[in-house]
């Protein structure tokens, strides 16, 4: 066990840091922002006026995109339905609406592709979590992904050798910000919750974090820690250089 100092607030007995991807480790905002263009933009040729009512609900207003929005931290299914649900107002049944909603969501990543150049880590993330794996503490990625989207970002940004758990929405039902999922992580690295220690970028994060009892729950927007909500964690950060390893 270690002492894991967070900006300011350290945090003692701890075996684990858990991070999110998008937002935390995974730079993907114009990515997203993007593919949620393409999505509105998909359904909007077969049901004109769905698009900008759509761009809106995904989160995005014209080249910004919100970082607490549905896009962002809500999982595929979560923004696949809320696409449907649009539809649906149309007129369309209910089954018309999740076909027309998925095919486009299919056919948005052949436009759309995910890699290293088109959603790249943060600058000094491959740095920090070397640092950090070299002092011995289990590392793991917990994202609203599906897990095989975590594995593929893990693959493609070289951050294999840091991670013991690469982790993600499950077909199980398991999804942020259920603590159920924050357990089952746990248990995947073989530690309790109280010694572990969550950074995340999202109200999701830190609310499933909390829920579960984790040991530290610590808020990230890059570049400007200040505009993490206080009262929902126990500390604020601006990159992932402010964690650090005090002691075993």
């Known amino acids: 066990m270690v002492t894991v100092q967070c900006g300011t607030t350290q945090f003692n007995g701890i075996e684990a840091i858990i991070f999110d991807k998008d937002g935390t480790l995974e ?32 989160g995005v207003q014209g080249d910004s995109l919100d970082p607490q929005g549905l896009m962002t931290v809500g999982s595929r299914k979560e923004n696949e339905i809320a696409a449907a649900a649009y539809i649906a107002e149309t007129g369309r049944s209910w089954a018309e609406a999740r076909a027309i909603a998925h095919q486009a969501f299919e056919d948005s990543h052949q436009y759309v592709p995910r890699n290293a150049q088109t959603s790249p880590c943060f600058p000094g993330v491959r740095s920090a979590l070397e640092s950090l794996a070299a002092t011995g503490i289990a590392l793991g990625v917990l994202s609203a992904a599906v897990t095989v989207e975590v594995q ?38 073989n530690v309790a ?11 999701f994060d830190w609310q499933m974090a909390r829920a579960a009892g984790a040991g530290g729950v610590v808020g990230i927007c890059w570049g400007n820690g200040a505009a993490v909500p206080r009262e929902s964690v126990d500390s604020a950060i601006a990159s992932l250089a402010e964690i650090t390893i005090l002691a075993a």
């Open 27 to 58: 730079h993907s905002a114009n990515y997203l922002r993007e593919l949620a263009q393409k999505r509105s933009r998909l359904i909007d040729a077969q049901i004109p006026g769905v698009g900008e009512p759509l761009l809106m609900a995904f």
């Open 193 to 203: 919750p109280e010694r572990t220690v969550m950074v995340g970028d999202s109200a």
């Open 152 to 189: 593929e970002f893990v693959r493609y940004a070289e951050l294999q050798p840091f991670f013991a758990l690469e982790l993600g929405h499950e077909d199980d039902g398991l999804a942020k910000p259920d603590p159920a999922l924050y357990l089952k992580a746990c248990g995947l690295l």
